[in-house]
């Protein structure tokens, strides 16, 4: 026994000697008993808790997927989703960026066609690049208004009813379009009501699909 532990420490003296480590070597049986004394045994990073961890076994493997649970790490007070006045920004942004793309792509097949009898010229491509710029800002400037119009209504209708539901969405669109044409009388007001209804309603449907699919589905299994 005591001839072995000596080899040990002279294989562990001789790598560390090897290696460029002066001083005597240990064996493992020596540092077991070692207490780690004002030290965490784990690493801060590993210290992680098993329950945010999902066990998935695929051909034999051991494969870990975070994802495939619904436990996040959030903060304090903090929801899952986004509200709607969180979302706000990002929707008048991306209305505005969609109307200046669209706004631009149709200035351009206007350009192109009123000054179709004209040569390429400084004239035509000035003429084509207002087109261009005047487009793009009218339907930045419509769509930006819809979006501008919908997020408040949206914030507005889920303050006061202390839900957020798809009821929020589709009294938010029509509601939008029958301020937004409110300029043509009672007519206007029922057309745009009707189109910002017709538009929440099928995105509404669209956003429950599934889950939808799944409840008719189900009596039948």
Known sequence: MEGGGGSGNKTTGGLA??????????????????????MNPLSPYLNVDPRYLVQASTGGLRTFHPWDTDEFILPTGANKTRGRFELAFFTIGGCCMTGAAFGAMNGLRLGMKETQNMAWSKPRNVQILNMVTRQGALWANALGSLAL??????????????????LNTVAAGTMTGMLYKCTGGLRGVARG???????????????????????VLQPSL
């Not at 119009?149 to 798809?166: H, M, P, Q, W």
């Not at 099928?202 to 699919?213: G, I, Q, R, S």
């Open 149 to 166: 119009l919908y997020s408040a209504f949206g914030v507005i209708i889920e303050k006061t009813r202390g839900a957020e539901d798809d």
């Open 17 to 38: 000697g090897f290696f460029g480590a002066g001083g005597a070597g240990y064996s493992h049986e020596d540092l077991a008993g070692v207490p780690l004394t004002g």
């Open 193 to 215: 009501g009707l189109a910002g209804l017709t538009l929440t309603g099928l995105y509404a449907l669209y956003n429950n699909w599934e889950h939808m699919k799944g409840s």
